[in-house]
Nanobody, 128 residues
């Protein structure tokens, strides 16, 4: 599984960005996909995770109502649409894949080491 993340950038507080994660895999529909972020000096944290076949979603409390995870199965791409961005959202964002579906994506999201495959990070910087 190869993952290619893109879409980061510099945005003012209150602005929006959409991150993309393109997967090179045959069984995309069975994956659990996660978006994680890591700010300088902080641990990597799960932002949102989605079990593709079950449709279950998980969001970190601090992003609920602002971020939305979605997929385009035809393109084998997962998106993270981020609205009302805050300076505290500044981090390197990573997408990752777990090779099976799950009914509890939040449990996986809380443990980044559960994910087997990782894309390169994309920097998101939110200015105040």
């Amino acid at each position: 599984v190869q993952l290619q993340a893109s879409g980061g950038g510099l945005v003012q507080a209150g602005g929006s960005l959409r991150l993309s994660c393109a997967a090179s895999v045959s069984n995309f529909h069975t994956l659990t996909i996660g978006w994680f972020r890591q700010a300088p000096g902080k641990e990597r944290e799960g932002v949102s995770c989605f079990s593709n076949s079950g449709g279950r979603q998980y969001y970190l409390d601090s992003v609920k109502g602002r971020f939305t995870i979605s997929t385009d199965n035809a393109k084998k791409t997962v998106y993270l649409t981020m609205n009302s961005l805050k300076p505290e959202d500044t981090a390197v964002y990573f997408c990752a894949a777990y090779p099976r579906r799950t009914v509890v994506p939040g449990t996986l999201c809380a443990n980044p080491s559960s994910f087997n495959y990782w894309g390169q990070g994309t920097q998101v910087t939110v200015s105040s």
